[in-house]
């Protein structure tokens, strides 16, 4: 894609600046921003159009491509939006909180023919590209059941940000489980497949007092007969993000925050695999990979049927 398209990000949120500064890496110049926030964006370069109004944003810089990086339960809303105006949308996950608007937006991104794709950017990272490689060859047996565990501390997540504010935060579109569970049932499915049931427990217990589940299991069966969990929690001091799979020989232990992976038997345990420590690179794939399926019409990682379907595994009652 030619660096003088026009894009727009929606959201001056952390993960909005963090694409705007790749793109600008990537040697984009005609970048707007569009937040209602005026405190957000009255510090941004002069060079950076700026708006408060995503209809006055669309219609100023018709872009070719637009970042929806707002709060969860504005993102059906402002995808609608950008695919009126003919741009290809990037949506951050989760795609929603509910599978309402969603087949809507399915029919109008193939009406005007342009590529959506919602963020799953642990999917690059080089830990978890790493594993699956390693899964594939088989050499330590085979899969049987798989466990992850995602903990971090919502209060102290963003610097500056008042935690209670956050996407996270809020009762629709926030919470544990749809925050953290859409990470992980994504690149789950990648590993072993389409999920066949799945089961939550939201704890009743909040830590934290806020309004949103801020710990929750999951326990899922993949089609393949794979049995998964997911621990995720709001609560851990000491961020934690472990991908343990279980297999005929051992365990492979996958550190995606540390990049490490370990093999390990009743015997021995055994580092088999060191990346490097900076966490933008997997966001830089992740932004390259949605350029390239729009230059050269490719299909992106996770499309809008993929994402609402992570949508219905997570809100299952």
């Not at 951050?92 to 399915?106: A, C, N, Q």
């Not at 990682?301 to 299952?316: P, R």
Request: proline content about 3%.
């Amino acid at each position: 894609m030619r660096t003088d398209e026009k894009i727009l990000i929606i959201g001056a949120g952390s993960i909005g600046m963090r694409h705007l500064n790749n793109l600008i890496t990537f040697g984009y110049k005609n970048i707007a921003l569009c937040d209602p926030r005026i405190n957000a964006i009255k510090s941004l370069p002069s060079a950076i159009a700026k708006y408060i109004d995503i209809g006055n944003a669309l219609k100023s810089q018709k872009p070719s491509v637009c970042f929806v990086c707002s709060p969860t339960n504005s993102h059906i809303r402002h995808l609608k939006q950008c695919l009126k105006h003919d741009a290809h949308v990037f949506v951050e996950k989760p795609l929603s909180y509910s599978l309402t608007g969603m087949d809507e937006v399915i029919l109008l991104s193939k009406e005007k023919n342009k590529k959506v794709m919602i963020a799953c950017n642990w999917r690059f990272n080089e830990t978890f590209l790493e594993l699956k490689k390693i899964i594939a060859k088989r050499k330590y047996g085979e899969v049987y059941s798989a466990n992850v565990e995602v903990k971090y501390y919502l209060p102290k997540a963003r610097e500056g940000t008042d935690w209670r504010n956050t996407y996270a935060a809020k009762k629709n579109g926030g919470g544990v489980t749809l925050d953290t569970g859409s990470h992980v049932i994504n690149y789950l499915q990648n590993l072993f497949g389409k999920i066949k049931n799945i089961k939550i427990f939201r704890s009743p217990l909040h830590p934290l007092k806020s309004k949103v589940d801020e710990i929750a299991v999951a326990f899922l069966e993949h089609k393949n007969k794979i049995l998964s969990t997911i621990y995720m929690d709001y609560l851990s001091r000491n961020a934690v993000h472990l991908i343990m799979i279980n297999m005929t020989e051992g365990t492979l232990i996958a550190n995606l925050r540390s990049n490490k992976i370990f093999y390990k038997t009743d015997k021995k345990e055994k580092l088999i695999f060191q990346g490097r420590k900076d966490f933008d690179d997997m966001y830089i794939e992740e932004l390259r990979h949605f350029l390239l399926a729009i230059d050269k019409n490719l299909n992106v990682l996770q499309d809008l049927s993929q994402a609402k379907s992570v949508v219905a595994l997570l809100t299952k009652r």
